[in-house]
């Protein structure tokens, strides 16, 4: 299973897109989408995951990508953030049909 540092506190999860088990947060815009991608075993080793994970734990913001990488991760994020839009916007649709 893919191993990921989460953007916002550090903790390793399961996943890029998934929850953090430690504070919650889940990406739900583009650039935290493209981040939280990034930030994985499948771009990163292990040993500079660590580093990341110890340095956003530390107080540091996550490290930024050159603007071409961005912008490519950015592009890979965006069906995920589609389905997810949709999907909020159904659960959205059954809580009002519920009330």
């Known amino acids: 299973m893919t191993q990921a ?3 916002k506190c550090g ?3 399961h996943g890029g897109f998934s929850p953090c088990g ?3 947060f889940e990406p739900d815009t583009e650039t ?4 939280s991608l990034a930030l994985t075993d499948h771009y990163f080793p ?5 580093e990341i994970s110890a340095s956003i734990r ?3 913001p996550h ?3 050159p603007p071409h990488q961005e912008a490519g991760f950015r592009e890979a994020c965006r069906p995920y953030l589609r ?3 949709k999907r909020r916007a159904q659960m959205a649709k059954a809580r009002r049909a519920d009330e």
């Open 46 to 50: 292990m040993e500079i995951l660590e």
């Open 83 to 85: 389905v997810q839009a």
């Open 11 to 13: 903790a390793f999860k």
């Open 58 to 60: 530390g107080g540091r």
């Open 32 to 35: 935290d989408a493209a981040y």
């Open 22 to 24: 430690a504070c919650g």
């Open 63 to 65: 490290p930024t990508l």
């Open 5 to 7: 540092v989460c953007i």
